[in-house]
């Protein structure tokens, strides 16, 4: 059974950081590409970032441009996202997710992953 496991979330003042951890177990996600999505309360799921299978391609949201850093470890199954200068806004639940078969180009829509985390909460206050 393939599993994901966010953890990290927390409160945290504005301009702080957090680092998130999603850890993978069930199979090896070497050849996998890896993502972070965010809901906030009354919106709509959205992208945050992404990591290819080598760590050699990134994408992030324009929101979190310069602020979030997503790295992975192949060796642990685990996912980071290093999240700095955090703002009110950055408030949701954070979701790692998995697409089991990447395409050349590294996915940015929901529909594009297989399998889901429970998601971690991220409160920022003001």
């Known amino acids: 059974q393939v599993q994901l496991v966010e953890s990290g979330g927390g409160l945290v003042q504005a301009g702080g950081s957090l680092k998130l951890s999603c850890a993978a177990s069930?199979?090896?996600?070497?050849?996998?590409?890896m993502g972070w999505f965010r809901q906030a309360p009354g919106k709509e799921r959205e992208f945050v970032t992404a990591?290819?299978?080598?760590?050699?391609?990134?994408k992030y949201a324009n929101s979190v441009k310069g602020r979030f850093t997503i790295s992975r470890d192949n060796a642990k199954n685990t996912v980071y996202l290093q999240m700095n200068s955090l703002k009110p806004e950055d408030t949701a639940v954070y979701y790692c997710?998995?697409?089991?078969?990447?395409?050349?180009?590294?996915?940015?829509?929901?529909?594009?992953?297989?399998?889901w985390g429970p998601g971690t909460q991220v409160t920022v206050s003001s």
């Open positions: 997710a998995v697409d089991l078969y990447p395409s050349v180009v590294v996915a940015t829509t929901q529909g594009q992953y297989d399998v």
């Open positions: 990591i290819s299978w080598s760590g050699g391609v990134t």
């Open positions: 069930g199979r090896s996600f070497s050849s996998s590409t």
